[in-house]
């Protein structure tokens, strides 16, 4: 993860971070998540199935894409230099807008929202985190994703 100084952090606010690489969400990975969470839903792991409805395929968790933010994010979101420690602090808002389908690629676009210092030496970032679908003007979801730095 970039680092940038404390005092520039704020700086950040109302920015875009950037785009993560594109990721292609196939069926092992699903199976994986399904088999991890015990989430067995046919329209996640039953392709002939999920072939009869209005998505035409088996899609992925809706929490499975959301899980995919920390490793999209890693090489764009920024962090407090000398941070020794980050960890997930939770989510204020999440949308899922639409379905991703097996095979899809997606990516994360990252902006900066809050910066909120929480005590001396933590850091509580909000990002903005929209989850693109290759080849779709909508996106799986925007979620507001928060980050507690420790420096």
Sequence with gaps: ????????LKDYVGKELGRSEWLTID???????????GDFQFIHVDP???????FGSTIAHGFLS????PKLMEDIFIV?????M????????????????????????VDMNEVTEKKPGQWLLK????LEI??????AYIAESLSLCFV
């Design 66 to 69: 959301l899980s995919l933010i």
């Design 1 to 8: 993860m970039p680092q940038v100084p404390v005092a520039e």
């Design 27 to 37: 069926q092992k990975r699903i199976d994986l998540f399904a088999e991890a969470t």
């Design 134 to 139: 290759e080849g779709s003007d909508k996106p």
């Design 86 to 109: 980050v960890v997930n602090y939770g989510l204020d808002s999440v949308r899922f807008i639409q379905p991703v389908k097996v095979d899809s690629r997606v990516r994360l676009k």
């Design 80 to 84: 407090p230099e000398g941070a020794k």
């Design 48 to 54: 002939v199935k999920a072939a009869q409805t209005p």
């Design 127 to 130: 990002v903005i985190a929209t």
